[in-house]
């Protein structure tokens, strides 16, 4: 189908591109007119467990902007689902658990999850949407920490009471959930790469409320343990605060790390030494007049340097972002060349 390397396998193998590549996080979503005519008439789990539905929506920004990469269409906790947690997404709210985890007898009610047995639209997606799609497509999974955190708590929160009571109240319970979980999302990875992802990112997006210490005992050898279980493709990290964690962060053994736009990328440069890097413009960013968009698009470029780069937002756009602003902000990235 493809006759020359894509660019993002370039920059994913830490290769000189002649720009970075470019995809968004969340770049399939409410913020695009077409994403929410369709949602009008499928609930979100529907659209998700649907394959054909999936690929619908992972082409829609696809068909409007240049992107480098397709991410598959799905959500982080839907092996939870798979698992016995009886999951909604609920408009305003965001995801709620009705059978929140908080005992060891909770733990051990969990199932095994298989994502092939238990959750094959994803897969499928992938297949139909690399076969539709000029471009490489990405899967994903939920980091073990921040699907522990919705698991626990039953819903968003902002400092993860419940999480945090079990985390330093039963620490053994909380490490053999967290194995559970990792090995979950480890397979749910592999079976994503064997569909024919080209690559794989783990969302770690609530480890930032966890200390330092906090983080290198529980979320980092979590991760590691899931992405030991994902071969074939490179491996992406993300997390939403990732500055406290930088100096660690490559313990993960992850191919490539996403930062947020918190940091200076050249700065999580010097820390995290010669590995891919992904991000980092701040999502709001995109409120800003165009010129000021570009502007800054191009001073992360710059900043990131030629070798292994891949140009990202530093978290997911949000449904508010005007269409127009993601094309100049993935137009300006186009335009750049490291002569
Ligand atoms: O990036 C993409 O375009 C691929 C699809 C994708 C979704 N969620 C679709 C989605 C991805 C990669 C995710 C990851 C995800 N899901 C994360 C990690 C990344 C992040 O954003 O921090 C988390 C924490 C979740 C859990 C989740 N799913 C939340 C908190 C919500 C509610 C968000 C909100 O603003 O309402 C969801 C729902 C969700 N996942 C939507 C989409 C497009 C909106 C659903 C709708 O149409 O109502």
Partial sequence: MKEHTPLIVRALRNEVTERPPVWFMRQAGRYLPEYREL???????????TPELATEVTLQ????YPFDAGIIFSDIL?????MGAELEYIPGTGPVIRNPVRTAADVRALKDFDPIRDLPAPMEAIRLTTAAADVPILGFAGAPFTM????IEGQGSRNWPETKRLMFGQPKLFDELLNRLADAVGDHLQAQIDAGAVGVQLFDTWAGVL???????????????ALKRASGAPTMFFTK???PFLPWLRDIEADAYAVDWRVDIGAARKVLGDVPIQGN????ALHAPHDEIRRRVRSIIETAGPKGHIFNLGHGITPDIEPAAVEAAV?????HRWS
């Fill in 61 to 64: 920004p696809l068909r409007r």
């Fill in 78 to 82: 839907l092996p939870l689902e798979s």
């Fill in 148 to 151: 522990a955190c919705y698991l």
């Fill in 211 to 225: 200390g330092p210490a906090d983080f290198q005992r529980w979320a980092l050898p979590a991760n590691r343990r």
């Fill in 241 to 243: 605060d990732s500055a």
């Fill in 331 to 335: 137009e300006a990235v186009h335009a």
């Fill in 39 to 49: 949602r009008s008439k499928h609930t979100f789990l529907q659209m998700c467990h």
């Fill in 281 to 284: 413009l701040d999502p709001q």
